[in-house]
């Protein structure tokens, strides 16, 4: 990470940009090209599947050949990930060994003293079972084996055809709420018509190529579903429970010619056309915004 924060200062220099000149070509943000610059992969550890598209990006701003640095990109993200699971492992090794300490702490006390409390429930089950046992063989069982005496024996009456049946009242089918989606702009839609208590469900789908996906809500990035490559014909699926005002952000890093399909509850969202054309110095990262209106 420090060769390749080297080699893009230099040449940034050498082209006589500054941050704020990166900045504005790129689309980064100056605290993401700070970062790179300083060789702080750690601020990157919430988009760090992205991470490697951004390094092309700037590369390709500065005139760099990407596939000269991608080994040194490639062992990064590997470094990172072998890093995070360590720390994992690391982690769950410290709570096991907790756990293991006040469980044999608990074990000690429960053998230092005997639970009479206990076998003398046991012992007035078990007696309570025999009392029981002896009860039926000897009063109920008799009593059930002898045939009832009845003085008056009892008649039915006939059915009368012209009782009226009554019919047992069937409950109302709610109508189905069907959402009403409009396009605001060519990246922004509102949706309306909606239940609060009915979930809404989103779906994206690869059908050319993989493409990287992350799901945010009111610019939150969520973890479920996971920022990730999908690769084609995986179903990426949110379901959520909506209230007025809610935004869902979509972004996808490769929507290239009707890449990627979007769905709402299973009914296809037909993009706007501005999605078939490809970004410039290969970029072509792109963003739905879908907010829940009220009445």
Sequence with gaps: ????????????????????????????????????????????????????????????????????????????????????????????????????????????????????????????????????????????????????????????LPNNPNDDVDEEPTDPVDPEIVLAISEVTYNTYTISNFDPQTKVTFKVVPVIRQAWIRFALNNTVLTLPATAIYPVGQEVILEHLPTPDDEINIRVGDMVANNVEFFINDVKIILNARFNTRASNGGNAGALTFKFIGE
Excluded: C, W
């Design 1 to 156: 990470m420090d060769r390749i924060a080297s080699i893009f200062k230099q040449q940034r220099e050498l082209l006589g940009l500054s941050l704020e000149d990166l900045s504005i070509k790129t689309k980064l943000s100056i605290y993401q090209l700070q970062a790179i610059e300083a060789g702080k992969i750690e601020f990157f550890k919430d988009d760090i599947t992205y991470f490697p598209f951004m390094i092309r990006f700037v590369a390709n701003t500065l005139q760099i050949d990407y596939d000269s640095i991608k080994p040194d990109v490639e062992q990064i993200i590997a470094t990172f990930h072998n890093t995070q699971a360590l720390k994992k492992v690391q982690q769950r090794e410290i709570i096991n060994h907790s756990v293991k300490q006040k469980t044999n702490k608990l074990g000690l006390k429960k053998k230092k003293s005997i639970d009479y409390t206990f076998i003398s429930l046991m012992l007035l089950l078990a007696t309570l079972v025999i009392a029981l046992v002896i009860t039926f063989f000897t009063v109920i069982l008799p009593r059930l084996s002898q045939e009832p005496k009845t003085d008056n024996p009892q008649v039915e």
